[in-house]
């Protein structure tokens, strides 16, 4: 069966500090990986997408970058936080119709 | 005008009640329609997903596509208190290799014992 993994779980972070965010799947090959932020009582906000190794789709203009370094390996990025970065980012991986996800990291930029 | 609508609530009901959760979409091309729940701090969980119109069952969880309303609905029979959770509706094109979802801001539902 699919196992997708993310960590840390829970992050606080300065404002201007570094950020790396690391999701990985098993027990599927070539998914396609997705990074979602998710702010308080809000929705889902799609940051980026990845359809396979080192190919990387941006939705949204911001502080963040992601890559995909291995097949099953995702990781989101920031060189300098900001406090508008604070969220719950969660990492998902499609099926053939639908998306599973991750327990998620919840970062605080302090 | 987004895509997707969905009433945040919160919604409030006693244990063993049917509860009724609805988004309402724009885009005519959505052809798969997911609902997931998700609790507190934790990542959302897939309960359903329908293809096109129709309904479909699971247990005391019923999932229904009216695409010429551009309607879909889940239905909760005998909830329970650990029904108690956000849920969110989900739905994508058939068409492209990215299988984006656009998604609903979630409907916040308490289930009172």
């Known amino acids: 069966s699919q196992t997708i993994h993310q960590w840390p779980a829970t992050l606080v972070q300065p404002v201007g500090s570094p950020l790396s965010l690391e999701c990985t799947v098993e027990g599927t090959s070539n998914p396609n990986l997705y990074w979602y932020r998710q702010a308080a009582g809000r929705g889902l906000q799609l940051l980026f997408y990845?359809?396979?190794?080192?190919?990387i789709s941006s939705e949204v203009p911001q502080n963040l970058s992601a890559s995909r370094p291995q097949d099953r390996q995702f990781i989101l990025s920031s060189k300098k936080l900001l406090l508008s970065d604070s969220g719950f980012y969660l990492c998902a991986w499609s099926g053939r119709y639908e998306q599973y996800f991750g327990p998620g990291t919840r970062l605080t930029v302090t | 005008q987004k895509e997707v609508e969905q009433d945040p609530g919160p919604l409030s009901v006693p244990e063993g009640a049917i509860v009724s959760l609805n988004c309402t979409y724009s885009n005519s091309a959505f052809q798969y329609f997911m609902w997931y729940r998700q609790y507190s701090r934790k990542g959302p969980e897939l309960l359903m997903y329908?293809?096109s119109s129709g309904n479909k069952e699971d247990g005391r969880f019923t999932a229904q596509v009216d695409k010429s309303s551009k309607y879909i609905s889940l239905f909760i029979r005998d909830s329970q208190p650990s029904d108690s959770a956000t849920y969110l509706c989900?739905?994508?094109?058939?068409?492209?290799?990215?299988?984006?979802?656009?998604w609903g801001l979630g409907t916040s539902l308490a289930v009172n014992p």
């Open positions: 990845s359809v396979g190794i080192g190919q």
């Open positions: 989900a739905m994508r094109r058939n068409d492209g290799n990215n299988r984006k979802l656009i």
């Open positions: 329908t293809y």
